[in-house]
């Protein structure tokens, strides 16, 4: 069992940055690899980034490739989402999830076991 709790979430202005954290309870979060979600109001939930359980590989959204960059310090059980030069299309609320057979699978939401409760971003243009 794992539980997620994100952080860092808020207002910025377009051109920002923020940083997102997601702290993860239980001893086997270095098991799990971890990927960023989003919603926006009225569209489906879409994937922004993942990290393996190593942190060796990382895969991006096309829409946040370049911008966005994910992290994770198993030693403190975090995930994070470095995210810059913020549009108001990212305007989103964030999820972070963490999965264990998913490798080949990493950008599909339904592979996902557990979910944080999420945090809102919101850009201003």
């Known amino acids: 069992q794992v539980q997620l709790v994100e952080s860092g979430g808020g207002l910025v202005q377009a051109g920002g940055s923020l940083r997102l954290s997601c702290a993860a309870s239980?001893?086997?979060?270095?098991?799990?690899?971890m990927g960023w979600f989003r919603q926006a109001p009225g569209k489906e939930r879409e994937f922004a980034a993942a990290?393996?359980?190593?942190?060796?590989?990382?895969h991006y959204a096309d829409s946040v490739k370049g911008r966005f960059t994910i992290s994770r310090d198993n030693a403190q059980n975090t995930v994070y989402l470095q995210m810059n030069n913020l549009k108001p299309e990212d305007t989103a609320v964030y999820y972070c999830?963490?999965?264990?057979?998913?490798?080949?699978?990493?950008?599909?939401?339904?592979?996902?076991?557990?979910w944080g409760q999420g945090t809102q971003v919101t850009v201003s243009s």
């Open positions: 990290i393996t359980s190593s942190g060796m590989i990382t």
């Open positions: 999830a963490a999965g264990m057979n998913i490798l080949g699978y990493i950008a599909t939401r339904s592979m996902y076991d557990y």
């Open positions: 239980g001893r086997t979060f270095s098991s799990y690899h």
